[in-house]
Protein backbone atom coordinates (compact mmCIF):
# COMPACT_ATOMS: atom_id res chain seq x y z
CA UNK A 1 0.00 0.00 0.00
CA UNK A 2 1.54 3.46 -1.03
CA UNK A 3 0.46 6.61 0.86
CA UNK A 4 1.41 9.97 -0.42
CA UNK A 5 2.62 12.24 2.42
CA UNK A 6 4.03 15.56 2.47
CA UNK A 7 7.45 14.09 2.81
CA UNK A 8 6.95 12.92 -0.77
CA UNK A 9 6.14 16.35 -2.06
CA UNK A 10 8.99 17.95 -0.01
CA UNK A 11 11.43 15.36 -1.60
CA UNK A 12 10.50 16.57 -4.75
CA UNK A 13 10.51 20.01 -4.26
CA UNK A 14 14.19 19.99 -2.92
CA UNK A 15 15.29 17.89 -5.68
CA UNK A 16 13.62 20.22 -7.94
CA UNK A 17 15.93 23.10 -6.03
CA UNK A 18 18.81 21.68 -5.98
CA UNK A 19 18.68 21.69 -10.01
CA UNK A 20 17.83 25.45 -9.98
CA UNK A 21 20.72 26.15 -7.60
CA UNK A 22 23.18 24.37 -10.11
CA UNK A 23 21.66 26.06 -12.66
CA UNK A 24 22.28 29.18 -11.33
CA UNK A 25 25.43 28.32 -10.35
CA UNK A 26 26.52 27.44 -14.21
CA UNK A 27 25.30 31.24 -15.06
CA UNK A 28 27.14 33.24 -12.68
CA UNK A 29 30.39 30.59 -14.20
CA UNK A 30 29.68 31.85 -17.18
CA UNK A 31 29.19 35.43 -16.45
CA UNK A 32 32.16 35.26 -14.76
CA UNK A 33 33.86 34.37 -17.81
CA UNK A 34 32.10 36.70 -19.62
CA UNK A 35 33.34 39.53 -17.45
CA UNK A 36 37.04 38.59 -17.67
CA UNK A 37 37.08 38.61 -21.60
CA UNK A 38 36.09 41.93 -21.69
CA UNK A 39 38.75 43.94 -22.03
CA UNK A 40 39.00 47.37 -19.35
CA UNK A 41 40.21 50.99 -19.47
CA UNK A 42 43.99 51.05 -19.98
CA UNK A 43 44.05 53.70 -16.58
CA UNK A 44 41.53 53.72 -13.41
CA UNK A 45 39.97 56.63 -13.11
CA UNK A 46 38.94 58.43 -9.87
CA UNK A 47 34.83 57.39 -10.76
CA UNK A 48 36.22 54.07 -9.48
CA UNK A 49 35.85 55.84 -5.65
CA UNK A 50 32.99 57.94 -7.03
CA UNK A 51 30.97 54.97 -7.54
CA UNK A 52 32.64 53.06 -4.50
CA UNK A 53 34.64 50.46 -6.02
CA UNK A 54 38.26 51.32 -5.42
CA UNK A 55 40.97 49.92 -2.84
CA UNK A 56 39.88 48.85 0.74
CA UNK A 57 36.39 48.40 -0.23
CA UNK A 58 34.66 45.44 0.40
CA UNK A 59 31.86 44.36 -2.20
CA UNK A 60 28.87 42.27 -0.66
CA UNK A 61 26.75 39.84 -2.52
CA UNK A 62 22.79 40.17 -3.07
CA UNK A 63 20.08 39.38 -0.95
CA UNK A 64 18.91 36.08 -2.19
CA UNK A 65 20.34 32.53 -3.00
CA UNK A 66 17.72 31.00 -6.32
CA UNK A 67 14.31 32.25 -5.55
CA UNK A 68 14.97 34.25 -2.55
CA UNK A 69 16.41 32.13 0.67
CA UNK A 70 17.47 35.69 2.11
CA UNK A 71 21.51 34.83 2.54
CA UNK A 72 23.66 37.97 2.60
CA UNK A 73 23.44 41.75 2.38
CA UNK A 74 25.32 44.09 -0.52
CA UNK A 75 27.20 47.13 1.23
CA UNK A 76 25.63 50.17 1.31
CA UNK A 77 25.97 52.64 -1.22
CA UNK A 78 25.82 55.71 0.65
CA UNK A 79 28.08 58.69 -0.69
CA UNK A 80 27.69 57.30 -4.15
CA UNK A 81 27.16 60.26 -6.32
CA UNK A 82 27.07 59.82 -10.70
CA UNK A 83 30.71 61.02 -12.20
CA UNK A 84 30.90 64.24 -13.59
CA UNK A 85 31.47 64.79 -17.07
CA UNK A 86 30.42 62.63 -20.08
CA UNK A 87 33.07 59.99 -21.63
CA UNK A 88 33.02 58.56 -25.14
CA UNK A 89 31.28 55.72 -25.88
CA UNK A 90 34.20 53.65 -26.01
CA UNK A 91 34.78 54.00 -22.66
CA UNK A 92 31.74 52.70 -20.93
CA UNK A 93 31.23 49.95 -23.73
CA UNK A 94 32.75 47.34 -21.15
CA UNK A 95 29.62 48.08 -18.51
CA UNK A 96 27.39 47.85 -21.40
CA UNK A 97 28.57 44.29 -22.22
CA UNK A 98 28.88 43.12 -18.68
CA UNK A 99 25.14 44.26 -17.92
CA UNK A 100 24.47 42.60 -21.29
CA UNK A 101 26.25 39.47 -20.39
CA UNK A 102 24.40 39.73 -16.67
CA UNK A 103 20.92 39.59 -18.63
CA UNK A 104 21.75 36.23 -20.90
CA UNK A 105 23.68 34.27 -18.15
CA UNK A 106 22.14 35.30 -14.59
CA UNK A 107 18.96 36.97 -14.47
CA UNK A 108 16.68 34.21 -15.92
CA UNK A 109 17.52 32.45 -12.49
CA UNK A 110 17.01 35.58 -10.31
CA UNK A 111 13.78 36.75 -11.23
CA UNK A 112 10.89 34.53 -10.54
CA UNK A 113 8.58 36.13 -13.58
CA UNK A 114 10.42 37.18 -16.68
CA UNK A 115 7.65 38.65 -17.70
CA UNK A 116 7.58 41.10 -14.94
CA UNK A 117 9.32 44.35 -15.41
CA UNK A 118 12.18 44.71 -13.00
CA UNK A 119 14.78 47.00 -14.51
CA UNK A 120 18.14 44.92 -15.15
CA UNK A 121 20.60 46.89 -12.35
CA UNK A 122 18.02 46.27 -9.88
CA UNK A 123 18.35 43.46 -10.43
CA UNK A 124 21.74 43.40 -10.47
CA UNK A 125 21.65 45.11 -7.44
CA UNK A 126 20.18 42.28 -5.71
CA UNK A 127 22.83 39.81 -6.78
CA UNK A 128 25.58 41.38 -6.47
CA UNK A 129 25.12 44.46 -4.69
CA UNK A 130 24.68 48.41 -4.44
CA UNK A 131 28.17 49.64 -5.34
CA UNK A 132 28.35 46.85 -8.21
CA UNK A 133 25.21 47.98 -9.57
CA UNK A 134 25.53 52.05 -9.35
CA UNK A 135 29.33 51.25 -11.06
CA UNK A 136 27.56 49.26 -13.92
CA UNK A 137 24.54 52.42 -13.94
CA UNK A 138 24.28 53.42 -17.58
CA UNK A 139 23.63 56.99 -15.56
CA UNK A 140 27.48 56.87 -13.83
CA UNK A 141 28.72 56.91 -17.32
CA UNK A 142 31.20 55.01 -15.12
CA UNK A 143 34.56 53.43 -17.10
CA UNK A 144 35.04 49.26 -17.19
CA UNK A 145 38.40 49.93 -15.32
CA UNK A 146 40.24 46.98 -14.03
CA UNK A 147 39.20 47.78 -10.29
CA UNK A 148 35.70 47.50 -11.49
CA UNK A 149 36.26 44.24 -13.18
CA UNK A 150 38.16 42.73 -10.13
CA UNK A 151 34.85 43.96 -7.62
CA UNK A 152 32.39 42.09 -10.12
CA UNK A 153 34.92 38.79 -9.61
CA UNK A 154 34.36 39.18 -6.30
CA UNK A 155 31.18 39.68 -6.11
CA UNK A 156 29.95 36.69 -8.75
CA UNK A 157 33.10 34.50 -6.23
CA UNK A 158 30.70 35.69 -2.88
CA UNK A 159 27.12 34.45 -5.06
CA UNK A 160 28.85 31.34 -6.38
CA UNK A 161 30.04 30.43 -2.12
CA UNK A 162 26.59 31.38 -1.18
CA UNK A 163 25.09 28.76 -3.48
CA UNK A 164 27.62 26.21 -2.65
CA UNK A 165 26.56 26.36 0.87
CA UNK A 166 22.33 26.91 0.25
CA UNK A 167 23.53 23.20 -1.97
CA UNK A 168 25.50 21.81 1.41
CA UNK A 169 22.00 22.99 3.00
CA UNK A 170 19.61 20.73 0.59
CA UNK A 171 21.79 18.00 0.12
CA UNK A 172 21.32 17.71 3.94
CA UNK A 173 18.02 18.56 3.79
CA UNK A 174 17.25 15.77 0.89
CA UNK A 175 19.46 13.25 3.15
CA UNK A 176 16.89 14.13 6.39
CA UNK A 177 13.55 13.51 4.14
CA UNK A 178 15.30 10.30 2.39
CA UNK A 179 15.73 9.38 6.40
CA UNK A 180 12.36 10.11 7.35
CA UNK A 181 10.35 9.21 4.43
CA UNK A 182 12.14 5.32 4.60
CA UNK A 183 10.95 5.39 8.59
CA UNK A 184 7.66 6.45 7.80
CA UNK A 185 7.19 4.08 4.59
CA UNK A 186 8.15 1.09 7.07
CA UNK A 187 5.26 2.00 9.41
CA UNK A 188 2.36 2.78 7.37
CA UNK A 189 3.40 -0.54 5.12
CA UNK A 190 3.36 -2.55 8.71
CA UNK A 191 0.12 -0.53 9.54
CA UNK A 192 -1.93 -1.70 6.65
CA UNK A 193 -0.73 -5.07 6.84
CA UNK A 194 -1.76 -5.25 10.51
CA UNK A 195 -5.10 -3.74 9.67
CA UNK A 196 -5.82 -6.52 7.41
CA UNK A 197 -6.34 -8.46 10.18
CA UNK A 198 -9.30 -7.76 12.66
CA UNK A 199 -8.57 -7.28 16.62
CA UNK A 200 -11.67 -9.44 17.31
CA UNK A 201 -9.72 -12.46 15.49
CA UNK A 202 -6.43 -12.05 17.82
CA UNK A 203 -5.93 -13.74 21.02
CA UNK A 204 -4.60 -12.24 23.98
CA UNK A 205 -0.85 -12.99 23.17
CA UNK A 206 -1.41 -11.11 20.12
CA UNK A 207 -3.22 -8.24 20.79
CA UNK A 208 0.38 -8.47 23.25
CA UNK A 209 2.45 -8.46 20.78
CA UNK A 210 0.42 -6.10 18.30
CA UNK A 211 0.60 -3.54 21.53
CA UNK A 212 4.24 -3.72 21.68
CA UNK A 213 4.93 -3.21 18.41
CA UNK A 214 2.73 -0.32 18.14
CA UNK A 215 4.38 1.31 21.21
CA UNK A 216 8.23 0.41 19.03
CA UNK A 217 6.70 2.48 16.20
CA UNK A 218 5.79 5.25 18.68
CA UNK A 219 9.21 5.32 19.71
CA UNK A 220 10.65 5.20 15.98
CA UNK A 221 8.43 8.15 15.52
CA UNK A 222 9.94 9.72 18.76
CA UNK A 223 13.07 9.67 17.71
CA UNK A 224 12.36 10.81 14.21
CA UNK A 225 10.74 14.13 15.31
CA UNK A 226 14.06 14.63 17.55
CA UNK A 227 16.16 14.17 14.39
CA UNK A 228 14.48 15.87 12.38
CA UNK A 229 14.75 19.01 15.13
CA UNK A 230 18.17 18.36 15.43
CA UNK A 231 18.22 18.95 11.46
CA UNK A 232 16.56 22.45 11.83
CA UNK A 233 18.72 23.41 14.41
CA UNK A 234 21.74 23.14 11.95
CA UNK A 235 24.28 25.80 10.14
CA UNK A 236 25.82 25.40 7.46
CA UNK A 237 28.73 27.72 6.55
CA UNK A 238 31.69 27.96 4.44
CA UNK A 239 34.48 30.15 6.48
CA UNK A 240 33.14 32.46 8.60
CA UNK A 241 31.72 35.05 5.64
CA UNK A 242 28.79 32.66 4.62
CA UNK A 243 26.19 30.61 6.93
CA UNK A 244 22.87 29.88 6.13
CA UNK A 245 20.36 28.15 8.92
CA UNK A 246 18.44 24.88 7.76
CA UNK A 247 15.31 26.99 9.41
CA UNK A 248 15.50 29.03 7.01
CA UNK A 249 16.08 27.22 4.25
CA UNK A 250 13.15 24.96 4.85
CA UNK A 251 10.54 28.28 5.57
CA UNK A 252 11.64 29.05 2.32
CA UNK A 253 11.21 25.77 0.67
CA UNK A 254 8.21 25.32 1.82
CA UNK A 255 6.52 28.32 2.05
CA UNK A 256 3.68 27.27 -0.79
CA UNK A 257 3.14 24.04 1.46
CA UNK A 258 -0.59 23.24 3.24
CA UNK A 259 1.98 22.81 6.20
CA UNK A 260 5.08 24.37 7.29
CA UNK A 261 7.35 21.79 8.12
CA UNK A 262 6.24 18.49 6.60
CA UNK A 263 8.36 15.62 8.08
CA UNK A 264 7.35 17.13 11.97
CA UNK A 265 3.55 17.16 10.98
CA UNK A 266 3.24 13.67 9.20
CA UNK A 267 4.94 11.62 11.67
CA UNK A 268 3.35 13.48 14.46
CA UNK A 269 0.05 12.18 12.48
CA UNK A 270 1.72 9.05 12.40
CA UNK A 271 2.27 9.16 16.05
CA UNK A 272 -1.38 10.16 16.50
CA UNK A 273 -2.43 6.79 14.12
CA UNK A 274 -0.83 4.39 15.99
CA UNK A 275 -2.05 5.91 19.44
CA UNK A 276 -5.34 5.17 18.66
CA UNK A 277 -4.59 1.50 17.20
CA UNK A 278 -2.59 1.16 20.55
CA UNK A 279 -5.88 2.52 22.83
CA UNK A 280 -7.98 0.01 20.56
CA UNK A 281 -5.38 -2.92 21.31
CA UNK A 282 -5.80 -2.11 24.91
CA UNK A 283 -9.68 -2.10 24.79
CA UNK A 284 -9.60 -5.45 23.46
CA UNK A 285 -7.17 -6.62 26.26
CA UNK A 286 -9.15 -4.99 28.94
CA UNK A 287 -11.84 -6.55 27.77
CA UNK A 288 -10.29 -10.03 27.84
CA UNK A 289 -8.45 -9.99 30.68
Not at 45 to 50: F, L, Q, V
Not at 147 to 162: C, L, N, P, Q
Request: with cysteine; charged share 30%; aromatic share 4%.
Amino acid sequence: MTVETHVDRARDRVAAERDAAADERRAYERFGSAVASIPTASDPTASDEETGVGAGTEIGSGTGIGTGTGVGAGPSAGGVRAAVGGRNASSTDGCRRVREAFAETVRSHSVADLDADEPLLATIREELGDAVAVALSPKTDHEFTPRVASAIGSAVDDRIAELAVFDRTLEREAASLRSAHEAIREITDWLATADETPLSTLGFDDLCRRHGALAERIETCESLLAERQADLDRTASRGAAVGIRHRSVTAYLYADFPVSHPVLSTVARLVETLSECQRAVRDHLTRRA
